[in-house]
């Protein structure tokens, strides 16, 4: 069974930065695609960034340039590293993976204060 954990939320200004943390267990991240989703209040979820198991990344375009998934191997996590934070990106950010069926963390809380 995949689970998966996130952590590394948190409360900054705008400009700021955080580094979102993604545990997987029951999985190896360098063989599956992973992203990350967040969901702002009173909007729908929306897909931020992926990564495939060649290490290929893809980014929604109002975070491109200053969001970066990765992924370590040996602690087989995964990472968004968000920079240049707008108060837009506030949002609950969920770590995702589909093996077949649909597998959701349980979300970390970013905000961005002006």
């Known amino acids: 069974q995949v689970q998966l954990v996130e952590s590394g939320g948190g409360l900054v200004q705008a400009g700021g930065s955080l580094r979102l943390s993604c545990a997987v267990s029951?999985?190896?991240?360098?063989?599956?695609?992973f992203a990350w989703y967040r969901q702002a209040p009173e909007k729908q979820r929306e897909w931020v960034a992926g990564?495939?198991?060649?290490?290929?990344?893809n980014y929604e375009d109002s975070v491109k340039g200053r969001f970066t998934i990765s992924r370590d191997n040996a602690k087989n996590t995964v990472y968004l590293q968000m920079n240049s934070l707008k108060p837009e990106d506030t949002a609950v950010y969920y770590c995702?993976?589909?093996?077949?069926?649909?597998?959701w963390g349980q979300g970390t809380q970013v905000t961005v204060s002006t």
């Open positions: 990564i495939r198991s060649g290490g290929t990344t």
């Open positions: 029951g999985s190896t991240v360098s063989n599956n695609y």
């Open positions: 995702f993976t589909n093996q077949g069926f649909s597998t």
